[in-house]
């Protein structure tokens, strides 16, 4: 209880960091037909600027955690892309896969955006450090792998980045190395109605998991049964 009370307040001074960047949706451009595929991991400040950019475009991801350690999507990435980096971009809907979150952040605003690109992540150096920053106060969460059990079937969170309480989860799936279909509902987002259509209401995170039929509200209740379901 007093530990999930302060993983949410450092989980809050990491989107103050960041001025609140991935909690409402930009001017939208295209939409893809296929999700995008995302490698990467959630204690990563250059991958914190490529989730950033697709909840500020309103786009779902199929993220693959690739935490330090011996995770498959890491095993994947070095073999498929070369380079042992993260974030690595896969978009089917182009044929384009590519590493360095700036190249990342450029083409997805170009692609499936029709307006600028934020402050901090147009600007280079100033938009890494204040990352870097972010990523401080949670002390490295999830960034190593704890992961024993793999799941058949994909599971689904909604989420934006910004939300301290979906951070929270999102670094629990990323140590378990657990991959997921993202669905981004930040403020303004499209997928906002087809969301309250399915769960009853407007609250993140919520997380599905098709393998053993669960739906759950409360960051808490997910950290936990996560833990308890996939970590043997
Ligand atoms: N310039 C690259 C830097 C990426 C980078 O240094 N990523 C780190 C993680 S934060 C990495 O891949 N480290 C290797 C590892 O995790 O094994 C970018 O902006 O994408």
Known sequence: MVL?????????????????????VSALGPRPEKPLEVYEFEGCPFCRKVREAL????????????????????????????????PYLVDPNTDTAMYES???????????????????????????????????PRLGR???YRGTVEPEQLLELYSYEASPYCRLVREVLSELGLPYLLHNVAR?????????????????????DPNTDTALFESGAIIAYLRGTYRA
């Open 4 to 24: 999930h009370a302060i993983n949410t307040a450092t989980a809050f001074v990491a989107t103050w960091a960041r001025f609140g960047l991935g909690s409402r």
């Open 142 to 144: 999830g960034t190593f």
């Open 55 to 86: 909840t500020v475009l309103d786009l779902p991801v199929v993220v693959h955690p690739c935490p330090k350690g011996p995770s498959r999507y890491r095993a994947w990435v070095i073999e498929n892309g070369g380079k042992r980096m993260f």
């Open 188 to 208: 303004g987002s499209r997928a906002r109605q087809a969301f309250v259509a399915r769960s009853g209401k407007m609250q993140v995170p919520y997380l599905v």
């Open 102 to 136: 700036g190249d990342i952040v450029r083409y997805l605003f170009r692609t499936y955006g029709a307006g600028r690109r934020p402050f901090l992540l147009a600007s280079g150096p100033i938009g890494n450090f204040s990352s870097q920053m972010a990523s401080l």
